[in-house]
C-alpha cells in the first residue's frame, strides 16, 4: 500500500505531533517500512491513523523547516485479520522508556524508539478555569534514535520573596528555540517552544494548576520565571512545580518536577543566584535578582 491518500505535511510542527484530543484506547504499532499505525476512539469512533517520513529533528535554523511526519487520516479501509490492517503488519517491540505521559512506546526494527504521550498543553495561565478545548488532553507522536531533549531547571528566589524557575532547553548541547513569535508569546515557525509551568496547591486552588507558558529564549534555550502576582490573580507559589514542554522536530515531550525551599534562606538564594549565572552565562534575559 502507498500510503499517499487523505495525507497532510505539517510545515511548522509543534514537535512530538498532535495527533488527536481525548483520545481514549490508544494502541501504537509500527511495520518494517517505518510508518507508525494509530489506534484510538475519539467521540464514540474507532480511528486508523498512519503516519511517517519523520525522526528526531534539526537544529534552529531560519534555512529549512523542522522536519515533521507526513499523516495520512484514513488509515487504510480494511481489516485483513488480527494484528493487521489494510496489510499492515506490527513489527514494533514493546520498549519501556523514561517519558512523562508516557501512553505506549515502541522499539522498531531499525532500533529507533516510538512514543505516543497524552498531557493538558492548553490549560489557561494563572488558575483560570479552562474554556473551549483548552482543557483537551493531547495524543501526541514521537520517534527518535540517541538522546532526547534535555530540560535543566534549578529553583531560587526573586527579591527574596517570590520562589523563581530557571534553566535551560537543549537537545545535543545546543539550545532549542525559534526565531519568531506572536506578542502573546506563540511560536510562529517550527522550532520555537513554550515551556508550561504547572504549581501544586497554590492560592489558585488544590491540586496541579497552570501557572504560565513561556517561549525558550533565542539562542541559548534559557528561562527564567519569578512566581509574581499577576493583576488581580495572586502569585502561584505552591508546594512543587513541574514543567512539561514539546521536544524539537519529532522528538518527544519532556518533563520536570521539583519541590522550592519552604523558607527563605540567603545562603541558598546565592548559591542558586551563581547556578544560573554559570548557566546562562550567554542569555542576557537572565540575570539573577
Known amino acids: 500500500m502507498a500510503a499517499a491518500t487523505a495525507c497532510w505535511l505539517v510545515p511548522a510542527a509543534e514537535a512530538s505531533q498532535l495527533i488527536a484530543r481525548d483520545a481514549t484506547a490508544v494502541k501504537l504499532a509500527v511495520d518494517r517500512t517505518g510508518r507508525a499505525m494509530l489506534t484510538y476512539r475519539v467521540q464514540g469512533r474507532t480511528r486508523h491513523v498512519l503516519a511517517w517520513g519523520a525522526v528526531n529533528a534539526i537544529h534552529p535554523t531560519e534555512k529549512r523547516r523542522q522536519v515533521a511526519f507526513r499523516v495520512d487520516y484514513s488509515g487504510g479501509w480494511r481489516s485483513f485479520g488480527r494484528g493487521v490492517w489494510n496489510g499492515f503488519a506490527d513489527a514494533c517491540r514493546p520498549a519501556r522508556v523514561r517519558l512523562a505521559w508516557l501512553v505506549a512506546a515502541c522499539r522498531a526494527p531499525d532500533g529507533s524508539f516510538w512514543a505516543l504521550q497524552s498531557w493538558q498543553r492548553g490549560l489557561r495561565n494563572y488558575g483560570m478555569p479552562a474554556t473551549g478545548t483548552r482543557d483537551d488532553w493531547e495524543l ?12 535543566e531547571v ?11 524557575l530557571y534553566g535551560r532547553f537543549s537537545w545535543r548541547g545546543r539550545g532549542v528555540h ?21 504549581t501544586l496547591n497554590s492560592a489558585y486552588g488544590p491540586g496541579w494548576q497552570r501557572e504560565n507558558g513561556f517561549l525558550s529564549h533565542i539562542g541559548s534555550g534559557g528561562f527564567c520565571y519569578g512566581f509574581y502576582p499577576h493583576g488581580p490573580r495572586p502569585s502561584g507559589m505552591g508546594e512543587r512545580y ?4 514539546s521536544g524539537p522536530g519529532v522528538l518527544p515531550d ?22 544560573q549565572a554559570k548557566l546562562l552565562a550567554r542569555d542576557p534575559l537572565c540575570r539573577p535578582r
Not at 242 to 245: A, F, I, L, Q, Y
Open 154 to 164: 534549578g529553583i531560587g528566589w526573586a527579591y527574596g520573596r517570590f520562589h523563581s
Open 178 to 198: 525559534g526565531f519568531a513569535s506572536t506578542p502573546a508569546g506563540v511560536p510562529l515557525d517550527g522550532f520555537g517552544r513554550n515551556l508550561y509551568v504547572d
Open 140 to 151: 501526541r507522536l514521537s520517534h527518535w534514535n540517541g538522546p532526547i531533549p534535555r530540560l
Open 242 to 245: 513541574r514543567m512539561s514542554v
Open 254 to 275: 519532556v518533563f520536570w518536577e521539583g519541590a522550592p525551599p519552604k523558607t527563605y534562606g540567603r545562603a541558598f538564594d546565592l548559591a542558586a543566584d551563581e547556578k
